[in-house]
């Protein structure tokens, strides 16, 4: 089992920053695909970025240029920064994480998630 506490979010002006943790217990993540998910009221949950085990990284088009995923696996962590916020990434943000051995997943279906952190960004 692995148990993931996201922390960091808060409420931010447009264009300001934020950086997110995810820490995870239970489990070492250094094979584990660790995912950033959000939903905001109404709406679907949406990716954001992934990190793979084997350190490859994705970013949804929306967040591109603006946000960075980043692993450590000594403090099995997964941290997301944000950058350049507008209100359109107001949302619950979810980390996730599901078993890669090979590094190569990128599916939309974890094993494990947290209970969320609330971003808020007013314009």
């Known amino acids: 089992q692995v148990q993931l506490v996201e922390s960091g979010g808060g409420l931010v002006q447009a264009g300001g920053s934020l950086r997110l943790s995810c820490a995870a217990s239970?489990?070492?993540?250094?094979?584990?695909?660790v995912g950033w998910f959000r939903q905001a009221p109404g709406k679907e949950r949406e990716f954001v970025s992934r990190t793979n085990s084997n350190g490859n990284t994705y970013l949804a088009d929306s967040v591109k240029g603006r946000f960075t995923i980043s692993r450590d696996n000594a403090k099995n962590t997964v941290y997301l920064q944000m950058n350049s916020l507008k209100p359109e990434d107001t949302a619950i943000y979810y980390c996730?994480?599901?078993?890669?051995?090979?590094?190569?997943?990128?599916?939309?279906?974890?094993?494990?998630w947290g209970q969320g952190t609330q971003v808020t960004v007013s314009s």
């Open positions: 996730e994480a599901k078993w890669d051995l090979l590094g190569s997943y990128s599916g939309s279906l974890y094993d494990y």
């Open positions: 239970g489990r070492s993540i250094s094979y584990y695909a």
